[in-house]
């Protein structure tokens, strides 16, 4: 099995700036593409970047490109994402998502994505 676990949320001022972290234990299978996602309240959840592990090509909403950056490091079985210029817009829980199936560009949606983590809360202040 293989379990995601998050770590890195928090609160910050708008403008600020979180770095949050998915750290993956159990078995290591050949990730195709590791993602995150998001969810405020109220709200469906929605995918906020995409790394294809490969090739490191990326892809980001159009809400959070430019300000964030996913980047994956397969040795220490780790995807980061940085979160700069953070406004209250942002607030939500981010949740980190792996593809270990997928062929291709990465999937947009969750239904491609077969693991997940629990989550991580990150709130933005204004």
């Known amino acids: 099995q293989l379990h995601l676990v998050e770590v890195g949320g928090g609160s910050v001022q708008a403008g600020g700036s979180l770095r949050l972290s998915c750290e993956r234990f159990?078995?290591?299978?050949?990730?195709?593409?590791m993602a995150w996602f998001r969810q405020a309240l109220g709200k469906e959840r929605e995918v906020v970047a995409t790394?294809?592990?490969?090739?490191?090509?990326?892809w980001y909403a159009d809400s959070v490109k430019g300000r964030f950056t996913i980047s994956h490091d397969n040795s220490r079985r780790t995807t980061s994402l940085s979160m700069n210029s953070l406004s209250p817009e942002d607030t939500a829980r981010y949740y980190c998502?792996?593809?270990?199936?997928?062929?291709?560009?990465?999937?947009?949606?969750?239904?491609?994505?077969?693991?997940w983590g629990r989550g991580t809360q990150v709130t933005v202040s204004s």
């Open positions: 998502a792996a593809d270990i199936y997928g062929v291709g560009p990465c999937a947009l949606y969750e239904s491609a994505f077969g693991y």
């Open positions: 159990g078995v290591d299978y050949n990730i195709h593409c």
């Open positions: 790394i294809l592990t490969g090739r490191s090509t990326t």
